[in-house]
């Protein structure tokens, strides 16, 4: 039998994991993958863009929607586990779960990643009706991938510990350009008592210039005493600029705050943080890469 689409596949997903206790992926994914009866060849079909299996493709995006619909979560990397929310969906178990469905059931917002992408991708769109082009289809699932490993890459930075949060800022923002061609220009700091300065970038070559960082794994908003307390360090240090990164959000306070200081604190969010890592290459590979390509009218232009 040919691999099911993924919205087949988030049924058979929620019930594998619906005793409520923490699962492996991979464990998950063979148990659905026995639900669906599929044979070995099924298993084995690799997808077109190589690396990965049809089968693997799919069951990893029905977990992805899942997630996004809270019905399943990851307590750490590699593994789901079922939500409260997903236990009342199985108590009165509906014939199918799909797009539809998860919308139906509240998940419309959190499945909204932009307006565009869920224009696109919702499960009329991909009908054979569908107005998209595919030029349209192939922007929404670049987006669609591009929102899932925002995601992913904030959950893995919450699970990292804080000495690995504070290098990989200090990583990032070297590689976004701060310090130059300066060998060692960053320099982790983090320690007990270092004034709530985790790392600091010299941007020349005697450190006349330095910027001063702050990495910190919140979970909740990050309110205005936090950036007040990070700008009072700075000051300990007669220090003029600062990048306070985190990996939750910050108020409006927080926000407003920092605009009414002398010195310059930029402030980077969970959601900042991920894409200036994925515009950066900061702890993301490419996976795959495809060209677009079109006539080049120049060439075929017949000279009178």
């Known amino acids: 039998m040919a691999v099911p689409d993924f919205q087949s596949m988030m049924l058979p997903l929620l019930e594998a994991i619906a005793d409520g206790a923490e699962h492996s992926n ?10 669906m009866n599929l044979t070995s060849e099924d298993l084995q079909l690799i997808h077109s863009r190589g690396g990965q299996t049809v089968f693997y493709y799919r069951v990893a995006w029905a977990k992805s929607y899942l997630k996004k619909a809270g019905l399943v979560r990851s307590p750490k990397f590699g593994s789901i586990q079922i939500t409260e929310s997903g236990q009342e969906v199985l108590k009165n178990k509906p014939a199918k779960i799909n797009l539809r469905f998860l919308k139906q059931i509240g998940g419309a917002d959190r499945l909204k990643s932009s307006g565009k992408t869920e224009a696109v991708l919702d499960e009329e769109s991909i009908s054979e009706s569908s107005t998209a082009t595919p030029n349209d289809l192939l922007e929404a699932g670049y ?3 591009h929102d899932a490993l925002i995601e992913e890459i904030i959950e893995q930075v919450k699970r990292c510990s804080p000495q690995f949060f504070e290098r990989l800022a ?4 070297v590689a976004m350009g701060y310090g130059g061609s300066l060998a060692d220009a960053g320099q982790v700091v983090g320690r007990t008592g270092d004034g709530g300065i985790d790392g600091i970038i010299k941007e020349d070559e005697l450190g006349l210039d330095v910027l001063y960082i702050q990495a910190k794994r ?3 908003t990050v ?7 990070f700008a009072g360090s700075m000051e300990r240090f007669h220090a003029r600029k600062g990048v306070l990164i985190t990996t939750a959000t910050f108020s409006k306070d927080a926000e407003d705050y920092i605009t009414r200081i002398e010195r310059k604190i930029v402030l980077v969010d969970g959601q900042r943080m991920a894409e200036l890592m994925i515009a950066h290459n900061v702890g993301v590979t490419v996976m795959q890469t495809y060209e677009i390509k079109r006539i080049d009218s120049d060439f075929f232009a017949e000279e009178e």
């Open 26 to 35: 991979s464990a998950v994914y063979s148990s659905v993958s026995k639900q």
């Open 143 to 145: 987006q669609s991938l």
């Open 170 to 173: 200090v990583k990032l923002l």
């Open 218 to 220: 919140w979970e909740s």
């Open 223 to 229: 309110g205005r005493p936090d950036v007040a307390a």
